[in-house]
């Protein structure tokens, strides 16, 4: 656009387009702070679509599968413990309010609100996959992890789960029918242990992005890594917030 | 407290008023709790029989659980995405952009339905 012999006194009509006068974090190629964020945050979102195919694969294998085999659907997603599964919810959902303060507290350039907020948020992350890591050790002990530690026994004969027969009172599932509550749990799993890699790679970046914070990157009006990692984030929320009623709220009467 | 600070704010980012409109706390607020009461109503509604209507001329039969589950998921990724990723304030390219991946996503999951539906549903 112009190279560095030109001065900074130009016509006065221009914008703050000139070189010397944009703020240190705007990169030359870009004519404003303003067209630099806009393209990031377009950037951002197509990687973001690029995720929705990714996981929209799985839903759609899950559309299917369920529709086939809705008994087994049904019996198999008796054995995900409810109580966790909302926990989680509400435990994402609250990070997902934690992250917008700390995007709100970048904005508004306050160092400590926004290390606060990033702070609480990968705290909350933690949580989620702490959550998690109890339901999976739950799913080895009862040889539902399908095709390396499974049984049908708990769907072929339902009372020998005392602890989700007295809830549901399953009918005991025909064999072939038993064997398609594999195809839930292998679903249960591709599909949450993406989400969880996902959280897990999220949190890695808010580690990092808390030891940035304060050193003082975010606050000095460049806040789009903070505003893109928080669509990020919000991305992971959303997908989350399809997987627990498709997966833990089958029909629960 | 925060109307203050947000005038502050916008005083500051000055360059960035007309297109960075900052959302505040009591928006995030109330969408958080929002959200909350969504994600009870749901759970609420998985123990309730919903029931199903037929309808007669194309065979086809509604179960009310699951399209109710997600009409409660689609509200909530709706609040998500307008105001937690400020789409709602965003450019019309942002706009254009979230639309064009809900139909590229209806695409991926339609076409494969049609193919299903129309010659091996559930021939598995």
Not at chain 1, 45 to 69: K, S
Not at chain 2, 113 to 122: E, F, I, K
Request: with cysteine.
């Amino acid at each position: 656009m112009s190279d560095s012999t030109v001065t900074a006194q130009e016509t006065a009509g221009s914008a703050q387009a000139h070189h010397g006068e944009h703020p240190p974090y705007q990169r030359h190629h870009f004519e404003s702070v303003e067209q630099q964020f806009d393209t990031t945050n377009f950037a951002m979102w197509l990687f973001l679509l690029t995720e929705v195919m990714f996981f929209g694969g799985l839903f759609m294998a899950y559309l299917l599968m369920r529709n086939w085999y809705y008994p087994a659907f049904v019996e198999a997603s008796h054995q995900l413990n409810i109580g966790w599964g909302t926990a989680n919810t509400a435990v994402l959902i609250s990070s997902s309010f934690t992250m917008a303060m700390g995007v709100y507290s970048a904005e508004m350039r306050r160092k400590g609100a926004l290390v606060f907020f990033l702070v609480l948020t990968f705290i909350l992350g933690l949580a989620f996959l702490g959550i998690k890591s109890i339901e999976y050790s739950e799913k080895w002990e009862k040889f539902h992890i399908p095709g390396i530690r499974y049984s049908t026994s708990a769907f072929t004969n339902p009372q020998s789960d005392p602890e989700v027969y007295k809830e549901y009172h399953d009918k005991p599932l025909p064999p072939d029918m038993a064997s398609k509550t594999e195809l839930y749990f292998f679903l249960y799993f591709a599909m949450t242990g993406m989400h969880a890699l996902h959280m897990i790679i999220g949190i890695a970046i808010l580690g990092f992005m808390i030891f940035r914070a304060k050193n003082d990157a975010y606050t000095t009006g460049h806040v789009t890594f903070v505003e893109n990692f928080g669509l990020y984030w919000h991305f992971v929320d959303i997908i989350w917030i399809f997987l627990f009623p498709l997966l833990y709220l089958i029909s629960r009467y | 407290m925060s109307a203050a600070n947000a005038n502050q704010g916008h005083e500051q980012d000055h360059e960035h008023d007309s297109e960075h409109h900052i959302v505040g706390p009591m928006v995030y607020l109330s969408i958080v709790l929002a959200l909350l009461f969504f994600t009870g109503i749901t759970v609420w509604a998985s123990y309730i029989d919903l029931g199903e209507t037929r309808l007669f001329n194309t065979g086809l039969t509604i179960f009310w659980n699951p399209v109710v589950a997600l009409a409660i998921a689609c509200t909530k990724m709706v609040l998500v995405v307008l105001f937690f990723m400020h789409v709602k304030y965003s450019t019309k390219l942002t706009k254009l952009t979230v639309l064009s991946g809900l139909f590229t996503f209806i695409a991926l999951i339609g076409m494969t339905l049609t193919d299903y539906v129309s010659r091996a549903w559930g021939r598995w």
